[in-house]
């Protein structure tokens, strides 16, 4: 039954997900995916990491998708991310100006993913935040989670999210490496599990 | 000792038995695969063990994630949506028409948004340098396809029956033939990354990624539909495939987007 009826809700119910599986490679990453930040702008940050499972080894074939707010808190409505030539048929990438709050990036045979993109401003009642959805072989759903920058103890303090998951918390908080630079590592199992979400 | 398809079945089965009778003590019907599916080896390290951390969307209208990344016109080409056309010569294999829709779970189309696509071709070879299945290549076919809904949420792509494949999951283990499918929704909450399987596929019962869906029901929902309606005299056979996102939509509709 894959034409759905949508007369009535109870026939409308969700399509499975499955996992990327180990060939998304040549599919899914574009180039400048992980460049957000348009070009020179100075509220830039980096935010890099491994993406490690229960064995504590990294994956060298998972995706990582960002999708944040500009320094204001506003969120994006600009499409462009993975424009094309309509020429060649080959990515142009972004363009260096518009920002879109969103990239993708495959980790590298390390397991190690970076992405430069602009420092998150608050909205709502949350400390500001990127949010993160992870993919891999392996993973049969997708998983989101947030990183959270160190910095601002009090704003930090009053976030639900981290309010709600205790010591877990750290979990979520990227470390400050200097000059902008923020580590995050994502743990799929295991000590230091990653914090994961899901939305009602 | 060689892990064979026999084991792999007899595993299938009695995650299948235990999800049944769940559901007849009065669990959930579930939807979506478990994480933790231990049939599909490579599920094992990378699933979490600890519960997912629930957040209430009605509670927060002003989360990043209620809103999604917009794509557009300059995110694709013409001719993305049409796999049998990105090389000079033409791809070997059946051709086939994949449409369908893109809804909410609200049955609301989901229009302007992004659909990807990758595929095996028709041997079932990955255009993919790790790819080491000896089965040919086709320079005329990369299996790589975009689009972006319509008005109606509506999607079409042309391209070529992907071939089963061989996997190491087990000794003997084949994918039955399938396209992988990639979403975005009007929330960043509806992502989906999913495969559409083709009907009557033989090689279901044996596969544990088709059967990582426990459910009758759900498990159909990753099956296309064929029909003729959609097949291209003298061209190509019809394929039907209705998508629903999970997860809450965005709390307002951009009108015209």
């Known amino acids: 039954m894959t034409k759905i009826d949508t007369s009535s809700p109870q026939n409308v119910l969700p399509t499975p997900s499955h996992t990327v599986g180990p060939f998304y490679g040549y599919a899914l990453p574009f180039r400048g995916g992980e460049d957000i930040a348009p070009l020179g702008h100075p509220d830039t940050i980096t935010v890099h990491g491994y993406v490690l499972d229960g064995a504590g080894d990294p994956l060298p074939d998972a995706l990582v998708e960002l999708w944040g707010p500009d320094p204001a808190g506003h969120v994006s409505t600009t499409d462009g991310s993975m424009r094309r030539d309509p020429a060649s048929g080959d990515h142009l990438g972004r363009n260096g100006v518009e920002f879109t709050g969103w990239g993708r990036i495959q980790t590298d045979t390390d397991g190690h993913w970076y992405a430069r993109t602009l420092r998150p401003g608050a909205r709502g009642g949350s400390a500001p935040y990127l949010s993160v959805c992870v993919f891999a072989r392996g993973l049969l759903v997708h998983l989101f989670t947030r990183i959270y920058l160190p910095g601002d103890d009090a704003v930090l303090a009053a976030d639900p999210l981290l309010t709600r998951v205790g010591e877990r918390r750290d979990t979520l908080i990227a470390a400050d490496e200097g000059r902008g630079t923020y580590r995050f590592d994502i743990r799929l199992q295991g000590e230091g599990e990653t914090v994961f979400l899901e939305f009602l | ?178 396209i992988h499918f990639s979403m975005f929704g009007t929330a960043f909450t509806q992502r989906l990354v999913t495969q559409m399987y083709f009907p009557s596929d033989p090689l279901f019962p044996y596969d544990p990624i088709i059967q990582s869906v426990t459910d009758d029901a759900a498990r159909q929902r990753l099956v296309a539909t064929y029909d003729h309606s959609l097949s291209v005299p003298e061209f190509s056979m019809g394929y039907h495939w209705d998508i629903v996102l999970d997860g809450p939509a965005a709390t307002w509709i951009e009108e015209g987007r």
């Open chain 2, 1 to 178: 000792m060689t892990l064979t398809q026999a084991d792999i079945d007899l595993e299938i089965a009695a995650e299948r038995a235990a999800y049944e009778k769940g559901v007849a003590e009065g669990a959930p019907v579930e939807h979506q695969p478990r994480r933790d599916y231990a049939p599909y080896r490579s599920s094992v390290l990378r699933h979490p063990k600890q519960p997912l951390v629930a957040i209430d969307t009605s509670k927060d209208p002003e989360l990043v994630e209620l809103h999604s990344p917009a794509f557009g016109e300059r995110d694709i080409t013409g001719i993305d949506n049409d796999l049998t056309r990105q090389h000079s010569g033409e791809p070997i294999g059946e051709r086939i028409t994949v449409s369908g829709r893109l809804l909410d779970r609200d049955g609301r189309p989901v229009r302007g948004q992004l659909v990807e696509i990758w595929q095996a071709n028709s041997a079932g070879r990955y255009a993919h340098q790790r790819e080491q299945h000896d089965a040919p290549l086709d320079p005329n076919f990369t299996g790589v396809g975009r689009t972006i809904t319509d008005a109606d949420g509506g999607y079409r792509f042309t391209t070529i029956q992907p071939g089963p494949y061989p996997w190491r999951n087990h000794l003997n283990a084949w994918r039955p033939a399938h």
